[in-house]
C-alpha cells in the first residue's frame, strides 16, 4: 500500500492548518458579527471560547485525524467498526457540510475578486469616499455581476484543486499569509488615524455589557467554529496527514492563536473605519466592502500612489485567502468522490462546481432578485450562512468531542496527545485537556445548540 502522505515539519502543520483556518472568515466575517453583537463583548466571548472549547475540540479532530489515519469520512467508522453504519452517516455529514459552506463563501470570494478588478483599476483612489462606499449596495443588488464573480471564482478554485497543484497552493499561501498579516498592520494604523477613528477602537476594546445576550454566546461560539475549520472535517482530514512525533498541543495552539490574532487585528483594522466612515456597524455581510475602500479612497487624497498599491495588494490577498479556505473545501468532495465512488479527478471538480455554483447563484442573488424571499427575517445567503454556523458546524463538532471522550479509549487519546507518553508537558496537561473534550466542550456546544432553537 502507498503510504500516506505527511506534512514536512511543524512549520509546514501549522501553515497548512492557518492556511484553511485564515480566510474570510477572520477578515470579512469577523468584523460584521462583532457588529451586529454588540462590539467588544463579542470579541470578549469569542477569545474565551476559542480557548476553552474550540481549542480542545480542535485538539479531538487532529487527535481523530492522526490517530485513524484516513479521512473525516471513514475516520469514525475506522476507530470504532462495530458501529459502522452508524458512524457512515456522520462521515456523510462532514462531506455534506463543506459543500454546503462552498455555495455561499464562494459568493464572497467573486465579491472579493470583484473589488480587486476595481482596485486594480484604482477606482477607489480616484471615486469620493461617498461614492465608493455606495457601490456596495448597488453591486449586491444587480442581478449578474456577483453571479458571474462568484461562477469565476469558483471555477478557477476548482481548476485548480482538479489540477492537483497542492504544493504551489502551499507555497502561495506561506507568502500570502505573512504578508496579509503585514498589510494588515498597515491598515490598522491608517485606520486609527482617521479622524472619528478612536470611537471604533473604543468599541472594540470597551464592553458595553446592555449589550450582552444569550445570542452573543451562541454566534461567538459559532463564528469560532467557523474561523477554525471545526465541524467539517477539514482539520481530521489534515490530522491524518501530521506525523507521529509532532506535537499536536502546540500545534492546535499555534493554529489557533495565529487564526484569533487575525481576526482580532482584523477588527481593529476594519472598525476604526467603519466609525471614520460613518458606516452603521451592524450592517451586515457587506461592512468590509464598505469600510475598506472607504480607506483606500481616503487616503487616496494623500498617497495615490500608495493608496493604489496598498488596495491591489490587499485584495488580491483577500482572494487568495479566500481561495486557499475554498480549495480545502471543495478536496473534502472531490477527495470522497474520487476515494468512494473512483470518480476521476477532473470530473468530481466538475460535479462539486455545477452543484455548488448553481445553489451559490440563488445565494447571490437573494441580495437582488431574490431578496424578498425572507425566512425569520433571514435571506437565503444570511440563512445558509446562519444554518451552517450555528447547527451544522455545531452538531458535527458535538460528534466529535463525544466520539474522542466517550467512544475512543482514554488510553488511546492520551497516547495520541503524549506521543505515547515522550511529551511531558502534554502528559502533565492531559487531565485538563481531556477534562475539556470530555465535559466542558460538549457541554457548551450542546448548550448552545439548544439555545438556537429556544431564542
Ligand atoms: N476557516 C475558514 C475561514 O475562516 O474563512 C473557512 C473554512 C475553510 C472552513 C475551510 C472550513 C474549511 F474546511
Known amino acids: 500500500m502507498k503510504e500516506r502522505e505527511h506534512f514536512g515539519s511543524r512549520k509546514a502543520v501549522i501553515y497548512a492548518m492557518a492556511g484553511s483556518a485564515i480566510g474570510l472568515g477572520n477578515i470579512w466575517r469577523f468584523p460584521y458579527m462583532v457588529g451586529e453583537h454588540g462590539g467588544a463583548v463579542f470579541v470578549l466571548i469569542y477569545i474565551v471560547a476559542t480557548l476553552l472549547v474550540s481549542l480542545p475540540v480542535f485538539i479531538a479532530e487532529i487527535t481523530l485525524g492522526r490517530r485513524s489515519r484516513t479521512s473525516s469520512f471513514g475516520a469514525m467508522s475506522k476507530m470504532d467498526p462495530r458501529h459502522k453504519n452508524r458512524w457512515k452517516w456522520v462521515g456523510l455529514m462532514s462531506v455534506f457540510i463543506p459543500l454546503f459552506i462552498l455555495c455561499y463563501y464562494s ?48 471555477a478557477v478554485c476548482a481548476w485548480i484543486v482538479a489540477r492537483g497543484v497542492k504544493s504551489g497552493i502551499e507555497r502561495f499561501s506561506r507568502l500570502t499569509i505573512p504578508a496579509l498579516f503585514v498589510l494588515i498592520v498597515l491598515l490598522i494604523v491608517y485606520s486609527v488615524s482617521l479622524p472619528g477613528a478612536s470611537a471604533g477602537v473604543k468599541y472594540l476594546l470597551k464592553p458595553d455589557f446592555s449589550e450582552f445576550n444569550v445570542k452573543t454566546f451562541v454566534y461567538a461560539m459559532g463564528q469560532s467554529f467557523f474561523s477554525l475549520s471545526l465541524g467539517m472535517g477539514a482539520i481530521v482530514t489534515y490530522g491524518s496527514y501530521v506525523k507521529s512525533d509532532e506535537n499536536l498541543v502546540v500545534s492546535s495552539a499555534g493554529t489557533a492563536i495565529f487564526d484569533l490574532l487575525f481576526a482580532v487585528l482584523a477588527g481593529f483594522a476594519i472598525m476604526p473605519a467603519v466609525f471614520a466612515a460613518g458606516i452603521e456597524p451592524g450592517a451586515g455581510p457587506g461592512l468590509i466592502f464598505q469600510s475598506v475602500p472607504f480607506i483606500f479612497s481616503s487616503m487616496g487624497a494623500k498617497w495615490p500612489v500608495v493608496s493604489a498599491i496598498v488596495s491591489i495588494l490587499f485584495f488580491l490577498a483577500i482572494v487568495v485567502a479566500a481561495m486557499t479556505s475554498v480549495i480545502s473545501l471543495i478536496e473534502v468532495g472531490v477527495a470522497f468522490l474520487h476515494e468512494r465512488f473512483g470518480m476521476a479527478r477532473p470530473k468530481a471538480c466538475a460535479l462539486v462546481f455545477v452543484l455548488c455554483g448553481a445553489v451559490g447563484v440563488v445565494c447571490s442573488l437573494s441580495f437582488g432578485p431574490l431578496s424578498g424571499i425572507q425566512i425569520v427575517g433571514k435571506n437565503i445567503f444570511d440563512l445558509f450562512d446562519w444554518f451552517a454556523s450555528n447547527v451544522l458546524l455545531l452538531l458535527m463538532a458535538f460528534t466529535v468531542v463525544v466520539f474522542v471522550g466517550f467512544v475512543m479509549k482514554r488510553e488511546d487519546v492520551r497516547d495520541e496527545i503524549t506521543n505515547g507518553g515522550r511529551k511531558t508537558l502534554n502528559a502533565k496537561l492531559f487531565g485538563g485537556i481531556y477534562f475539556l473534550i470530555k465535559w466542558v466542550a460538549p457541554i457548551s456546544v450542546l448548550a448552545i445548540f439548544v439555545t438556537n432553537f429556544i431564542l
Do not use: Q, R, T
Request: glycine residues 10%; hydrophobic residues 55%.
Open 107 to 154: 459568493v464572497i470570494g467573486g465579491w472579493s475578486l470583484y473589488y480587486l478588478i476595481k482596485s486594480c483599476a484604482f477606482d477607489f483612489v480616484k471615486g469620493s469616499p461617498e461614492a465608493v462606499n455606495g457601490l456596495f449596495g448597488s453591486f449586491i443588488s444587480s442581478v449578474w455581476m456577483p453571479v458571474w464573480m462568484h461562477l469565476l471564482f469558483l
